[in-house]
């Protein structure tokens, strides 16, 4: 028992590392970072959640893939969101002249 706990520990302080990385460093879209922060986080609760079925590292890997692509997702839709702010702070300078 004590060696599975030193598995799901060690799974887990890992996550938080990528986590911590991922905070610490500047990505170029608001997509990479939020994949980057998604992998992160979802490999921290699947490894929680894989190890009260006995499989940390397995739900470490399916976590990651899942929040990887919901933090991209979510961030390329803010990344389009900016994208049509600028067109349209454009667009009203433009106007204006």
């Keep these: 028992m004590a060696r599975k706990n030193t598995i799901t520990r060690t799974t887990l302080a890992a996550a938080c590392g990528l986590l911590l990385t991922a905070s610490l460093t500047g990505c170029a879209t608001d997509a990479q970072t939020g994949g980057l922060i998604g992998a992160g986080a979802g490999a921290g609760l699947g ?23 919901s933090g ?3 961030g390329n839709e803010l990344d389009k969101q900016k994208q049509n702010e600028r067109l349209d702070r454009l667009e009203r300078q433009r106007d204006r002249y």
């Design 72 to 74: 991209y997702v979510i």
């Design 47 to 69: 490894a929680a959640i894989g190890s009260a079925f006995g499989a940390p590292g397995l739900g470490a890997g399916i976590g990651a893939g899942g929040g990887a692509l």
